[in-house]
Nanobody, 121 residues
Framework: QVQLVESGGGLVQAGGSLRLSCAASGRTFSSYVMGWFRQAPGKERESVARIGRSGGSTYYADSVKGRFTISRDNAKSTAYLQMNSLKPEDTAVYYC??????????????WGRGTQVTISS
């Protein structure tokens, strides 16, 4: 069982930066793939970024590639999402999730409650 708590959201102007953190409980953090997702009002949840267990492999949605950076510190059981050059369309609730690779792909079974990110134009 893993419990995840996000922090770092807020209101910033377009072009600004935010750093989200996801603190995980438990001693098995390093055994999980970590992902960041977001959901804007009226839209479906979308995958933003993903990082492998050791941090050696990453994935980014095209919409954030070059602006966002996902990282993790297994010693601190924490994942991060550095967000630069923020745009109003990045406004959403951001969730972190922990999962593993299943037979059908990535399976994220543990989710945080989310942190609101609002970008003003």
């Amino acid at each position: 069982q893993v419990q995840l708590v996000e922090s770092g959201g807020g209101l910033v102007q377009a072009g600004g930066s935010l750093r989200l953190s996801c603190a995980a409980s438990g001693r098995t953090f390093s055994s999980y793939v970590m992902g960041w997702f977001r959901q804007a009002p009226g839209k479906e949840r979308e995958s933003v970024a993903r990082i492998g267990r050791s941090g050696g492999s990453t994935y980014y949605a095209d919409s954030v590639k070059g602006r966002f950076t996902i990282s993790r510190d297994n010693a601190k059981s924490t994942a991060y999402l550095q967000m630069n050059s923020l745009k109003p369309e990045d406004t959403a609730v951001y969730y972190c999730a922990a999962g593993r690779i299943g037979t059908g792909g990535y399976e994220f079974n543990y989710w945080g409650r989310g942190t609101q990110v609002t970008i003003s134009s």
